[in-house]
């Protein structure tokens, strides 16, 4: 016989461990976000406060990498998007952390393609990919190749990423696409066509940003598209973010309620006051 015990004790996805069971078991499954994004932030300070070096902080900071996607993966989210490094970390850090991280996303990309595709994840990518080391532009087109038959949660990575940069390459892309299409006097702009030439395309906005570090900026991450998202914040540092803490965030997530700019229910009689939110 079936009891309500094993009913809600099956509901829970295989592979949580127990803190991300109890966590999970608060949350409604039909109201999961579609796409959560993460700004990765805190490495540095979690290395400081060891007394290690910054990039001891960007190596453990692969252990969240790992929890956080197989975690997502796991209670089928179907898109997440990481902030990896940006245009201006690339551009402003110190060559020598700039190679290293390099060669940490290397090692990640060749030792994590089995993992990937034992989790059904298909690897994206977002930013200026041509403007990275050739050899990096290789790897990360081999591990995009090894997964690009996987079904189920997509894995976005934001390299050399900077969201004011998207915009200016989707206006160029808008303006080409006229060019070639009857000319400039065929150009039209709305807000799909703008989304229509972002580089998350393929993608829905994110209902969901977690930042960690405590640190409350969007740090030119997907301006255009974050327009509406939730926003979480968590003090905890990224080597130190699980699995455990995205569905920590999720149950915040699932707290609020979102209004898209419209009125709470049963509010229609304060309509003038309502804000934009
Ligand atoms: C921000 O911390 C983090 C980064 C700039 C790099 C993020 C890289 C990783 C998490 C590891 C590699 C990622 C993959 C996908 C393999 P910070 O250095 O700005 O920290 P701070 O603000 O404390 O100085």
Do not use: C
Request: charged fraction near 25%; aromatic fraction near 8%.
């Amino acid at each position: 016989m079936t009891t309500l015990y094993d009913k809600v004790a099956s509901s829970v996805p295989t592979g949580l461990d127990r803190k991300e069971t109890e966590v999970y078991r608060r949350l409604d499954p039909a109201r999961l976000p579609k796409h959560i994004a993460i700004i990765m932030d805190g490495n540095g300070r979690w290395a400081k406060r060891r007394h290690m070096p910054r990039v001891a902080g960007h190596r453990a900071g692969v252990t969240a990498v790992r929890s956080t996607v197989e975690t997502a993966a796991r209670i089928h989210i179907p898109a997440l998007t990481l902030y990896a490094f940006s245009e201006e970390n690339w551009k402003k850090r110190p060559k020598s952390e700039v190679g290293f991280l390099m060669g940490l996303l290397s090692r990640y990309l060749k030792a994590e393609v089995p993992t990937l595709n034992k989790n059904n994840i298909r690897l994206e990518y977002i930013g200026r990919q041509h403007e990275l080391p050739e050899d990096v532009q290789e790897r990360m087109e081999w591990a995009r190749e090894a997964t690009s038959r996987n079904s189920g949660m997509v894995l976005t990575l934001a390299l050399n990423y900077s969201a004011r940069s998207e915009l200016v390459d989707a206006f160029r892309s808008m303006v080409n696409a006229a060019a070639q299409n009857g000319g400039i006097e065929h150009l039209h702009i709305d807000e799909d066509a703008v989304a229509r030439h972002l580089y998350t395309r393929h993608l829905p906005d994110p209902d969901l940003v977690v930042r960690t570090s405590g640190e409350m900026r969007l740090s030119n991450f997907l301006l255009w598209q974050l327009a509406y998202a939730e926003i979480y914040v968590t003090p905890t540092l990224w080597p130190d973010f699980r699995g455990v803490h995205l569905l920590e965030g999720i149950a915040e997530y699932q707290k609020r309620e979102r209004r898209y700019g419209g009125l709470n229910h049963g509010d229609g009689h304060a309509a003038t006051s309502e804000a934009k939110s």
